[in-house]
């Protein structure tokens, strides 16, 4: 009776992707099998050796992945399933049948589907199961992997050591560089530090509107390559949405939203006055954050229209 065993990596870091593995081990197991058990209890060296064991000699092997910006926009536990059924799908592209499917946990993540009746869930079947175990070397080694490779592109964070989870130094980095497209926005605490100004501010009281408008320029700022360091900054006397660096400018960005152009576009808005009061909320900002001093502060606008928010245009004030 062949079982497919399923197991999840990735869940709870601010960063990176999750990850499902799914495995069926060969019927007469191969000594290696008996050193199989919850990958966190392994060293790397030694899942790394697993891990080619399982990929090259198990019948059917699978992994389900779930980037964070998709993670982002249907939440956790719909991540789970759709992880899950990517990596079962994997598994069933080899045409190997099983008779029983062993989920770690508690939750039935295949529920809904025709699937559903084959499983069975276990606490601490990555422990105990040898197939979950496998499932979770593999799930383990391929994110890992994947964010050692993310690392050679954004070196500031240190994803090469803590892959992604909420350590004290990936902390430090998020709130000296910002973030990167690769963390979850939706996790706290980085939902709080792109929302929340810097220390001494205080939250912006804003609309529902408002914050969906500024969440979409934040997006298209990240992926224009800029580092987002402060979103909703207020104090007493001033305010700024979003405040970014890229290359060595520090920008300072009003976020103006129109349902339609009748009133005039973002620079109609942005008149001498406002200008003022822009410049000097950037003036305090600076003062709070003395590290930003050396970059050159510029002021911008952006245009955010329709209620599919979409950004029409940035653009520097000169």
Same mark, same amino acid.
């Given at each position: 009776?062949? !079982? +497919? ?21 060969? @019927?007469?197991?191969? =000594? ?16 790394? &050796?697993?891990? $080619?064991?399982?990929?090259? =000699? ?44 062993? *989920? ?21 079947? @990555?422990? +105990? ?8 070397? !593999? ?20 994803? &090469?050591?803590?892959?992604?989870? #909420? ?11 910002? *973030? ?5 926005? %939706?996790? =706290? ?34 992926? @224009?390559?800029?580092? !987002? ?6 104090? %007493? ?23 339609? $152009?009748?009133?005039? #576009? #973002? ?35 952006? &245009? ?5 928010? *979409? ?8």
């Amino acid at each position: 009776m062949a !079982i +497919l065993g399923i197991d999840e990596v990735g869940r709870g870091p601010l960063a990176g992707p999750l990850v499902v593995g799914a495995v069926i081990l060969p @019927d007469e197991k191969p =000594e290696w099998v008996a050193e199989l058990k919850d990958s966190k209890k392994l060293s790397a060296k030694k899942r790394e &050796e697993l891990n $080619k064991r399982i990929m090259s =000699e198990a019948p059917a092997t699978g992994l389900g992945w779930v980037a964070a910006s998709e993670l982002d926009k249907i939440g956790i536990s719909e991540a789970l399933k759709l992880a899950t059924r990517r990596a079962v799908e994997e598994v069933q592209s080899h045409h190997f049948s099983f008779s029983k499917i062993v *989920i770690d946990g508690k939750v039935n993540f295949l529920q809904g589907t025709k699937l559903a009746n084959y499983v069975s869930t276990m606490v601490k079947a @990555d422990d +105990l199961v040898k197939e979950v175990s496998a499932a979770s070397i !593999i799930a383990k080694v391929a994110r890992d992997n994947y964010m050692v490779k993310l690392a050679e592109k954004y070196p500031q964070y240190g994803f &090469e050591s803590h892959v992604g989870y #909420g350590t004290a130094k990936h902390k430090a980095a998020i709130n000296e560089f910002g *973030i990167c497209p690769e963390h979850r926005k %939706s996790f =706290e605490p980085i939902k709080s530090m792109v929302e929340f100004s810097r220390p001494g501010g205080v939250v912006k009281n804003t609309t529902k509107i408002g914050m969906k408008a500024e969440e979409a320029v934040a997006e298209r700022l990240i992926h @224009d390559g800029h580092r !987002i360091v402060a979103r909703n900054f207020k104090t %007493s006397s001033c305010e700024i949405d979003i405040v970014s660096i890229l290359d060595q400018n520090v920008y300072f960005t009003e976020v103006k939203y129109r349902r339609n $152009k009748v009133c005039g #576009g #973002g620079l109609a808005a942005i008149t001498p006055v406002k200008q003022k009061q822009m410049k000097y909320a950037a003036e305090v900002f600076l003062k709070m954050n003395p590290q930003y001093t050396k970059l050159q502060p510029l002021l911008a606008v952006a &245009e955010v229209k329709g209620e599919d928010f *979409i950004v029409e245009d940035w653009f520097e004030l000169t």
